[in-house]
């Protein structure tokens, strides 16, 4: 099967949508519980747009999105700004097909060339393909919480892997 990546647009938010919603309903590796609206995901996605953050969609020859792949800030406060933190989510049908890594490799390229200093992938332990994924992309085991989060009444632990797109010795002023 071949698939074509490309920036998502607006009309992509129902699909959008549908992708986040089924991540919530059937993955541990999602720490979300509640399902997502229409109107929170079309804010999720403007604010994206605003603070130019990409969001990547794949589609499948017959036009129908598949998986995303986006990143968006780090904790928030302005000491990160030059940290991203990424997600990425492939229908199980489109999974396994070099996706993951083609969205990961692209999300890198427009880190760095948006000026980033470090990528974040704040992952669920139990979730090796993932991480089998990042560190075959240079990514490095940064440290893991033990109980960090919760789903469907169990303990999830979670480990984080970075990835440093440049070597400046400061960040600026
Ligand atoms: C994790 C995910 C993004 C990987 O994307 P993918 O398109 O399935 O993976 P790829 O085909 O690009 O494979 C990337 C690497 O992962 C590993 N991998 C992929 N599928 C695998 C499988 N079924 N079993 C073991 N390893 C596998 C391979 O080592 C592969 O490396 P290679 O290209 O050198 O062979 C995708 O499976 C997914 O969306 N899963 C559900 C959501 C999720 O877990 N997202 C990540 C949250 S942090």
């Known amino acids: 099967m071949t698939y074509t990546i490309r920036p ?3 009309a992509d938010i129902p699909a959008l949508l549908d992708l986040h919603n089924w ?11 509640k399902p997502e609206t229409l109107e929170g995901r079309t804010k999720w ?10 969001v990547l969609v794949a589609e499948d020859a017959a036009g129908q999105v ?8 780090y904790r928030g ?16 049908h489109a999974q396994g097909h070099g996706l993951g890594r083609r969205f990961l490799d692209m999300l890198v390229d427009i880190a760095r060339e948006r000026g980033k200093h470090m990528m974040v ?7 090796r393909i993932s991480i089998v994924l990042h560190e075959k992309s ?15 009444g ?7 892997l970075y990835l440093l797109l440049d070597d400046r010795e400061a960040p600026g002023a």
């Open 121 to 127: 992938a704040i992952i669920d332990a139990q979730n």
């Open 8 to 10: 998502a647009s607006s």
């Open 45 to 54: 996605f403007n604010d994206r747009m605003a603070a130019d953050f990409p």
């Open 154 to 160: 169990k303990w999830r632990d979670q480990v984080t």
């Open 23 to 33: 991540s919530i309903a059937e993955l541990d590796g999602t720490w979300i519980e």
């Open 77 to 92: 406060r302005d000491g990160y700004d030059l940290t991203v933190e990424h997600s990425i989510y492939i229908y199980p």
């Open 66 to 73: 598949v998986g995303y792949a986006s990143y968006g800030t």
């Open 138 to 152: 240079g990514f490095v085991q940064g440290g893991a919480l033990p109980q960090a989060g919760k789903k469907k």
